[in-house]
C-alpha cells in the first residue's frame, strides 16, 4: 500500500519502520517541510536502524491509500483538515492518538474516518526513537464512511502486531481515556512515575467513580470497580514509565489535557453531572501549562 505517516515523531517513527520493513510505499508528513525525513530508531530487540524516507510529497499524498495519524490530539484536527482535500475522496484516515473528541471535530470530513487507540510505547531519547513495549492497536470507524474499512486491521496486522477491529471503537476509546483520565493528571501533579500512584489509592477511587458516571450516560455500561482495577493492571504494568503529560510538563509542552479530563467535563457536562474531582486536576494541570506558556511568550525577543 502506499502510505503517508502524518505526525513523524515516537508513534509515528515506529509505524514508518515497521511499514517499511513490511515492503509498503511509505512517505513521512513533517510540520515544516523537506523533501527527505531521516531518523534513527531502536527496535524491540535493541537493535538499531535508520531509514531516509520521501517527505511531504503532494503527489505521493494525492495517490495514497491510506493517511495514518500520529500527531498529539490537539494537532489532529488542523494538520487533517489542511490535507483532506489533497487525498482521494476514498482515502482512509486513521487517527492513532490517547484522548478524544477529534471525531467530532472532524464531523465534516468526506473521507472514510477511522480511529485508534494502542498500547505500544515508545519515547524520543536524543537523536532516536526507542519502541520501548509492544502492544495493541484498536481500530474501529469514526464515521458511516469508515465502516466498510474492518480489512484495514488485517493489513495492519502484519506490519505492527496486534491489530484488533471494533465495530464499535467508543468502548475501547473511553477504556483508554479513563487510563489517561487517572494516569496522566495524577502522574503530572505528583511528578512521579506511573508505579508511584499505588500511594493515591482514594484518588484513583474517586476519578473513576466520575468517569463511570459519564460513561452510563453515554450508553456504556461499566462498573467503577472494574475501571479502578483496569487502571491499576495498566499502572502495574507500566510502573517505570514516564507517563505523557508529565514528560510535556518537564519538557513545558503543550498537554493533551483538554483532549482527555477536557473532553470527559465536556461530555459530563452535556449530561448535567458535576464532576468536582476531575474538574479540580483539569484546573491544577491547566494552570502548570498557562503558567509556563505565557512565560514562554513573554520571554524577550518573541515579538520580534
Ligand atoms: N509515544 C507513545 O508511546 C504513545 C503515544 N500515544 C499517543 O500518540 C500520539 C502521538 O504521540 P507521540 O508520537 O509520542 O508524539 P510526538 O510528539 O513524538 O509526535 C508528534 C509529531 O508530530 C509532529 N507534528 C506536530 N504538528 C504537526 C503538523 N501540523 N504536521 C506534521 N507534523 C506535525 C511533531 O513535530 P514537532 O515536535 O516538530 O512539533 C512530532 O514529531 C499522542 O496522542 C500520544 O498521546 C499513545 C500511546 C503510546
Ligand atoms: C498508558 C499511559 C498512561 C502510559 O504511560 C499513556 O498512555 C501515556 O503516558 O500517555
Keep these: 500500500m502506499n502510505i503517508t505517516v502524518l505526525g513523524c515523531g515516537a508513534l509515528g517513527q515506529v509505524w514508518l519502520s515497521a511499514l517499511l520493513s513490511q515492503g509498503h510505499q511509505v512517505q513521512g508528513w513533517l510540520r515544516v517541510p523537506q523533501d527527505t525525513f531521516v531518523f534513527n530508531l531502536v527496535n524491540l530487540d535493541g537493535s538499531k536502524v535508520q531509514h531516509r524516507v520521501q517527505a511531504n510529497s503532494l503527489s505521493q499524498l494525492a495517490q495514497c491509500d491510506l493517511l495514518l495519524v500520529t500527531l498529539k490530539a490537539w494537532q489532529v484536527s488542523n494538520a487533517v483538515k489542511s490535507l483532506a482535500s489533497h487525498l482521494r475522496p476514498t482515502c482512509p484516515i486513521l487517527l492513532i492518538h490517547n484522548g478524544m473528541g477529534t471525531q467530532e471535530e472532524l464531523r465534516q470530513l468526506q473521507n472514510p474516518l477511522l480511529m485508534g487507540v494502542t498500547t505500544h510505547a515508545a519515547r524520543r531519547e536524543g537523536n532516536q526513537v526507542i519502541h520501548v513495549a509492544s502492544g ?70 474517586a476519578i473513576c467513580s466520575e468517569v463511570a458516571l459519564v460513561m452510563e450516560r453515554e450508553g456504556l455500561h461499566i462498573s467503577q470497580e472494574n475501571l479502578v482495577s483496569y487502571v491499576n493492571q495498566v499502572i502495574d504494568n507500566t510502573a517505570e514509565n514516564i507517563s505523557s503529560m508529565l514528560q510535556d510538563v518537564r519538557i513545558q509542552r503543550h498537554t493533551e489535557i483538554d483532549y482527555i479530563t477536557g473532553y470527559l467535563l465536556q461530555r459530563g457536562r452535556a449530561h448535567g453531572l458535576s464532576l468536582p474531582q476531575n474538574s479540580q486536576l483539569y484546573e491544577q494541570i491547566k494552570r502548570k501549562e498557562n503558567d509556563y506558556e505565557r512565560l514562554g511568550t513573554d520571554m524577550p525577543g518573541s515579538w520580534n
Design 136 to 205: 495493541t492497536t484498536h481500530i474501529g470507524p469514526g464515521n458511516k464512511q469508515g465502516e466498510a474499512w474492518s480489512e484495514m486491521a488485517d493489513v495492519l496486522q502484519a506490519v505492527l502486531p496486534d491489530v484488533a477491529w471494533h465495530d464499535t471503537i467508543r468502548a475501547a476509546c473511553w477504556r483508554k481515556l479513563t487510563v489517561n483520565c487517572v494516569i496522566n493528571p495524577l502522574t503530572a501533579l505528583y511528578d512521579c512515575p506511573n508505579g508511584g500512584l499505588k500511594a493515591f489509592p482514594e484518588h484513583i477511587n
